[in-house]
């Protein structure tokens, strides 16, 4: 393999995406190509030190993987090995991975031939897979399970890590989410919302969620919920022009309640509009809002 170019240009960001077929590597390329960086699915090995011979004129992403046809592992380490050692090059090799269980259950799913078996059950691709690529696996810098994430939750981790000072003006997101759950990864800041009056327990707003008037006009009324938003907003006024300044592209802000289907999400709503007229630029989501709604979706469809 040719060696890449030592010529020093400034540190430029350049990510490989592997990992077995099925894992999220297409998805995740498309979360760097929104966030500015040039990305490139299905990259021949041998072609990737003269795509970057010349200086990089913005953030790159390549993904690397068994379906082409002069993939070696070898090969790919040696290239991580020569692009880690580079002075040219902020270099992370991320591996996107779940258990063999679930990547079956999504090929069963999508009926689609595994491309190391294509002439035979989807399973013995996927094993075959997982062992030729185990000692990529370890030599990643960054592994990212997505066995239980969500798109969007694979989106605000790639953000979290890999957006940059060029993706754009700061933007911030806000979600809500159901302590039962787990937080959401890649959360910046977290306010606890569970010791607000819960709507769960009024019969008319039960079955309602924190959009709805009458269960956002329920939270707010909580006689400390005005000084809990003041402090909260205020604090983030505060930080959001320090991050902005320190070269940050994302700030995420988690609301968590019992449930998240009340208080998080009128708090999180409330929160974005505040921001949104402050001119920062914001995006919200309701994380088990989304979960019902998905569940929903699928059983009108079986």
Not at 37 to 66: H, K
Not at 114 to 122: G, K, N, V, Y
């Amino acid at each position: 393999m040719e060696p890449v170019s030592p010529e020093h240009d400034p540190a430029a960001r350049l990510v490989l995406l592997t990992g077995p077929s099925g894992a999220g590597r297409s998805s995740a390329l498309k979360v760097f190509e929104d966030l500015g960086y040039e990305a490139i699915d299905n990259m021949p090995i041998s072609l990737v030190p003269p795509l970057i011979a010349a200086p990089l004129e913005r953030p790159l992403a390549l993904v690397l993987d068994p379906r082409n046809r002069d993939f070696s592992v070898n090969a790919l380490l040696t290239l991580v090995e020569t692009l880690s050692a580079s002075p040219r090059f902020d270099f992370d090799l991320v591996y996107l991975d779940c258990s063999v269980n679930t990547l079956i259950r999504r090929y069963s799913e999508t009926r689609r031939r595994h491309p190391l078996s294509p002439e035979e059950q989807a399973r013995v691709g996927i094993e075959l897979e997982a062992r030729l690529l185990r000692p990529v696996r370890l030599r990643a810098d960054i592994l990212i399970e997505t066995e239980n994430m969500t798109p969007h939750d694979l989106r605000d981790q790639i953000k979290a890590q890999f957006a940059t000072a060029n993706s754009g003006v700061m933007h911030v997101n806000i979600v809500s989410f159901s302590y039962r759950r787990g937080i959401p990864v890649g959360v910046d800041l977290v306010f606890d919302c569970r010791f607000l009056s819960n709507p769960h327990w009024s019969p008319e707003l039960r079955y309602l969620d924190g959009r709805n008037r009458a269960v956002s006009d329920h939270v707010t009324q909580d006689p400390r919920f005005a000084d809990f938003f003041s402090r909260v907003l205020g604090l983030v006024e505060m930080l959001l022009p320090e991050y902005a300044r320190e070269g940050k592209a994302q700030l995420s802000i988690g609301f968590g309640c019992t449930g998240g289907q009340h208080r998080s999400v009128a708090t999180t709503d409330k929160l974005a509009n505040a921001l949104a007229e402050s001119g920062w630029q914001v995006s919200k989501r309701h994380r088990e809002l989304e979960r019902i709604a998905a569940h929903e979706a699928a059983q009108q469809h079986e």
